[in-house]
């Protein structure tokens, strides 16, 4: 299930949870939201049940787009233990995929 949150809620989010990936995208982006189903897909695979998945909207949200260091959208972020693991500007699922198992590593 992926949450969707704001820059109140994000380092919340971040602080309290092992592992997050963060989808970064804005209204205007047509590859993020085709890319929408997608990463919902992913989000509930089995083998990612400790993961937390988020989305911001990084227009509205400039503290949360800062953290991840976001260039283009969709823009992806993977963190753990609070710190940011990696960001990449992904519009396919198997790099996707590569960032999660590496924060799984």
Do not use: H
């Given at each position: 299930?992926?949450?969707?949150?704001?820059?109140?809620?994000f380092?919340q989010?971040?602080?309290?949870n092992?592992?997050v990936v963060?989808?970064?995208?804005?209204?205007?982006?047509?590859?993020?939201?085709?890319f929408?189903?997608?990463?919902?897909?992913i989000?509930?695979?089995?083998?990612?049940?400790?993961?937390?998945?988020?989305?911001?909207?990084?227009?509205?949200?400039?503290?949360?787009?800062?953290?991840?260091?976001?260039?283009?959208l969709?823009f992806?972020?993977?963190?753990?233990?609070?710190?940011?693991l990696?960001?990449?500007?992904i519009?396919?699922?198997?790099?996707?995929?590569?960032m999660?198992?590496?924060?799984?590593?």
């Open positions: 299930m992926v949450q969707k949150v704001t820059d109140t809620e380092s989010v971040i602080a309290s092992k592992k963060v989808k970064y995208f804005a209204n205007w982006c047509g590859s993020c939201r085709l929408a189903p997608k990463y919902t897909k989000s509930n695979k089995e083998e990612y049940s400790d993961i937390v998945f988020i989305e911001v909207n990084a227009e509205e949200n400039p503290q949360a787009r800062k953290f991840g260091g976001v260039v283009n969709p992806f972020a993977t963190i753990k233990d609070g710190s940011l990696k960001g990449d500007s519009a396919k699922e198997e790099p996707l995929e590569s999660i198992k590496e924060l799984l590593a």
